[in-house]
């Protein structure tokens, strides 16, 4: 068991929970908010859970289909015996997640390691991918970067994982360090919830997978080529400690269809600003949809 279960205020967070158990017996929780197309998929990363997406989620569910999951170990997921929490084993839950619930016309929503998850899943499945919103997150290998390498070995190894056991420690890093403007007191009781008991080592798994997950990382940077003329949006935390400039220019340069909208947020950038998130999905929407079709390429032409 994670100790992951714990009420929600749902004053906060009011949508129906789901669950769904995986072939490896692995309940996952989710909502599944809103009709209409496309649809978006909000992908979490670390230590947070669907919790980081409930004012996008509704902001957008009245005209939209909105599904958020937590990945085994987080929110209200439990995972199976046995599961290992690396980020190969939480990209395999999204993908038979996705693959359960029939998804297609998708518009990933990623944060975090939502990327790697991400665009992992186009990686295989680039048809069911309508567009993307990315913010403050990556899809390469992580490997050579000496800040990255850094942090992934304090709080991936041995010093990490004795904080997440001993005092939640790598949680409350990430709390500290990843919002521009800090949260209500009952909005950081619920990103704590999860974690308040039981097993938090999944949180410093994701900090060694940084550089560890490279199979999974050049996965989502083929994901990234194969859906790369999507419509992108960019929607980046300026304040980030995590992920800076040099990744969102990496992502403006491989996503040509791209528009950027640069936030007063930190890592956080769903929590820190929701309403201009939620207003800049909207106008990009807006937008997609008065474009003029490209005009048709000739049967005897190469494309």
Not at 12 to 33: C, K, Q, W
Not at 44 to 55: I, Q, V
Not at 166 to 171: A, K, S
Not at 250 to 256: K, N, S
Request: glycine share 10%; with cysteine; charged share 25%.
């Amino acid at each position: 068991m994670t100790g992951g279960a714990f009420e929600i205020d749902r004053r906060l967070y009011p949508f129906s929970s789901r669950f769904m158990e995986l072939s490896d017996g692995t309940a996952i929780h989710y909502v599944d908010e809103g009709t209409g197309s496309p649809t978006f998929l909000f992908l979490h990363g670390n230590p947070t859970w669907s919790f980081l997406y409930r004012d996008l989620i509704a902001g957008l569910a009245s005209d939209h289909r909105c599904i958020a999951m937590d990945y085994p170990g987080f929110g209200l997921s439990e995972p199976s015996g046995g599961f290992d929490f690396t980020a190969a084993s939480q990209a395999r839950s999204v993908a038979e997640f996705v693959e359960r619930l029939g998804l297609a016309d998708i518009v990933l929503v990623m944060q975090d390691w939502g990327g790697p998850i991400g665009f992992s899943l186009a990686a295989d499945r680039p048809s069911l991918i309508d567009g993307v919103v990315v913010g403050n997150t990556w899809a390469w290998p992580l490997a050579g970067d000496r800040r990255l390498e850094l942090f992934s070995r304090i709080m991936g190894g041995p010093i990490g994982r004795t904080a997440a056991r001993t005092f939640n420690g790598v949680w409350r890093f990430f709390m500290l360090r990843g919002f521009a403007h800090r949260p209500a007191a009952d909005v950081m009781a619920m990103y704590a919830a999860p974690f308040r008991s039981g097993r938090r080592i999944q949180t410093s798994i994701f900090p060694r997978e940084l550089i560890a997950a490279v199979d999974l990382e050049r996965k989502a940077e083929r994901g990234l080529r194969a859906v790369q003329n999507r419509p992108a949006l960019l929607l980046w935390g300026s304040r980030d400690f995590g992920f800076r400039d040099a990744e969102r220019k990496r992502f403006e340069g491989a996503l040509p269809d791209h528009r950027t909208v640069l936030l007063d947020a930190g890592h956080f950038w769903p929590e820190d600003q929701p309403d201009v998130a939620v207003r800049s999905i909207r106008q990009w929407l807006a937008d997609r949809a008065a474009a003029p079709e490209p005009s048709p390429v000739p049967d005897d032409v190469e494309p």
